[in-house]
């Protein structure tokens, strides 16, 4: 049976896609886990994790999402596990879900400090069931090289094998093939992969919004799946909001007060995927019908403006298996990439 910790230095570099592009090249049967949950899904009273619950039902997992995770918060583990019953529980997670299975895929947490506290570091993870490690850097070129050579050091100081490093979201492809690769498989690092920077799998849905805002559904949920590419704050005044640009682009999600029916008529009416309305205040009737009739959605929420858009900005998009243009393209691009090395394993 084969094992491989996924790992990055950063957030959202990009770990889930990387397992349902390989996941989608492997034969035999494949187990996941996610011992840190930091992604929540909270569904029917069920504390899940998002990757766990889109790799489970991407790939028929018997599993149930909410057993590929251990925990999903600091304080609750630090209460349930010391160092010595956290490895207990990895190993025990471990051999239940590999239980059967040709190769599992272990995701380690958002970067490469978090969980640390608790014995559940993507290191650490690695070390305590002797998996070796892929790692998934993104970013700018200058972070790319900073986080490799970082994460080759801790690796060597805890004596945790490095399969080699996929970069995805890359922008400048060609010069990563054909230069900057090799000066990263100088410092002992081997390139498996270059995934280009793909706008598509950049978007989420009006329904991921309302779920990580549990915001109240008032008008538009028969275009709950529509796809947003762009977040503009409507703050100011609608003649203002006209010339920006950003206000301009398709598939936009608009963030305004439920009070300012003039900023939401004139989004209804200018291509908006979804809308969502702060202050817990309701718009008029005749507004809810509107987006109704336009299937945009109107998601209410208690916060401030200021507030609900740093509350947005921390929405990742995700991968379900209902999405089938994100996974298409995710196995073009890593059907392209040499897996030889998997059998290595």
């Known amino acids: 049976m084969k094992k491989l910790v996924v790992a990055s230095a950063r957030e959202d570099a990009g770990?889930?896609?990387?397992?349902?592009?390989?996941?989608?090249?492997?034969?035999?049967?494949?187990?996941?886990?996610?011992?840190?949950?930091?992604?929540?899904?909270?569904?029917?009273?069920?504390?899940?994790?998002?990757?766990?619950?889109?790799?489970?039902?991407?790939?028929?997992?018997?599993?149930?999402?909410?057993?590929m995770s251990i925990g999903f918060e600091h304080s609750k583990l630090m209460y349930m596990y010391d160092k010595k019953s956290i490895v207990e529980k990895v190993r025990e997670s471990f051999e239940n879900i590999s239980n059967g299975k040709d190769i599992v895929f272990i995701e380690g947490c958002k970067d490469i400090v978090y969980g640390a506290s608790v014995g559940l570091d993507s290191f650490s993870i690695a070390k305590y069931i002797d998996a070796p490690m892929l790692l998934i850097f993104s970013g700018t070129d200058e972070n790319i090289f900073d986080d490799a050579i970082r994460c080759k050091e801790i690796a060597e100081a805890k004596d945790i094998k490095i399969i080699g490093a996929i970069l995805n979201k890359v922008k400048n492809k060609e010069d990563w093939e054909e230069i900057n690769s090799k000066k990263l498989e100088n410092e002992g690092i081997r390139i498996l992969g270059v995934i280009p920077y793909i706008k598509e799998l950049a978007t989420f849905t009006a329904k991921l919004v309302a779920e990580q805002l549990f915001a109240k559904i008032i008008a538009g949920e028969d275009g709950m799946e529509n796809e947003i590419e762009?977040?503009?704050?409507?703050?100011?005044?609608v003649s203002d909001a006209i010339k920006n640009p950003l206000f301009n682009k398709p598939k936009k999600l608009i963030i305004t007060s439920g009070d300012r029916t003039d900023m939401i008529i004139a989004s209804i009416e200018d291509n908006t995927s979804c809308i969502v309305l702060t202050n817990n205040i309701v718009p008029p009737s005749r507004i809810i019908e509107k987006a109704d009739e336009n299937k945009i959605p109107l998601l209410l929420v208690p916060w401030d403006t200021y507030t609900t858009a740093k509350r947005v900005e921390r929405i990742k998009p995700w991968i379900s298996m209902k999405e089938e243009k994100k996974l298409r393209i995710i196995e073009e691009e890593f059907g392209k990439i040499d897996t030889l090395w998997i059998d290595k394993l």
């Open 230 to 237: 762009n977040v503009f704050i409507g703050a100011m005044s």
């Open 15 to 67: 770990k889930t896609t990387s397992i349902i592009g390989l996941g989608k090249r492997m034969e035999g049967k494949m187990g996941y886990m996610k011992p840190f949950g930091d992604r929540l899904y909270y569904k029917k009273k069920r504390l899940w994790d998002y990757d766990s619950v889109s790799i489970a039902r991407i790939f028929n997992l018997e599993e149930e999402p909410e057993e």
